[in-house]
């Protein structure tokens, strides 16, 4: 079994959604902050004030316009999604548009340590009930509308 992550270390993080702007707007302003391994935190703050831009840095859905991200500190501020070994939970299901769609059903599966013939079974099982197995090696992002909502709401 693979070692647990031990510290995530946000330095000097901040992110706006307009960079070309000579005065930008942050969705998050500029911070540092250090989640240790076995303990608690909580994200509290009023809607807007960039929460989830701050866990969609941490997962890697978004870059920050500055500073670095690092997990037991090795940087990780360029890596894709699915090469960073985290998960995110959300709130309403998302689609990872960078991912296939085989390995946007299997990315959970992997999260957990499945096994490959688990996962392939798993993905093969859901793919066949939501007809997208012809799709599996498609990226995601072109899944249409309606192919979008009855994966996500299935």
């Known amino acids: 079994m693979e070692e647990q992550m031990a510290k995530i270390d946000l330095?000097?993080?901040?992110?706006t959604y307009n960079p070309l702007d000579p005065k930008p707007t942050y969705a998050l302003n500029?911070?540092?902050?250090?989640?240790?391994?076995?303990?608690?935190?909580?994200?509290?703050?009023?809607?807007?004030?960039?929460?989830?831009?701050?866990?969609?840095?941490?997962?890697?859905?978004?870059?920050p316009s500055?500073?670095?991200?690092?997990?037991?500190?090795?940087?990780?501020?360029?890596l894709k999604t699915e090469d960073r070994n985290i998960a995110q939970v959300f709130q309403f299901p998302v689609i990872y548009n960078t991912m296939t769609v085989y390995d946007n059903l299997a990315f959970p599966l992997r999260c957990r340590e499945f096994t490959k013939e688990k996962i392939e079974e798993r993905v093969k099982?859901?793919?066949?009930?939501?007809?997208?197995?012809?799709?599996?090696?498609?990226?995601?992002?072109?899944?249409?509308?309606?192919?979008?909502?009855?994966?996500?709401?299935?």
């Open 11 to 15: 330095s000097n993080i901040s992110h």
């Open 30 to 63: 500029p911070f540092s902050m250090t989640w240790e391994n076995g303990k608690r935190y909580a994200i509290l703050g009023p809607s807007g004030c960039g929460k989830t831009t701050m866990l969609n840095i941490v997962s890697g859905l978004v870059r």
């Open 66 to 78: 500055k500073g670095e991200i690092l997990f037991d500190e090795t940087p990780v501020t360029d």
């Open 125 to 154: 099982a859901v793919s066949d009930t939501l007809n997208l197995s012809s799709f599996l090696n498609s990226p995601a992002r072109k899944l249409t509308a309606d192919q979008k909502t009855t994966y996500l709401f299935r």
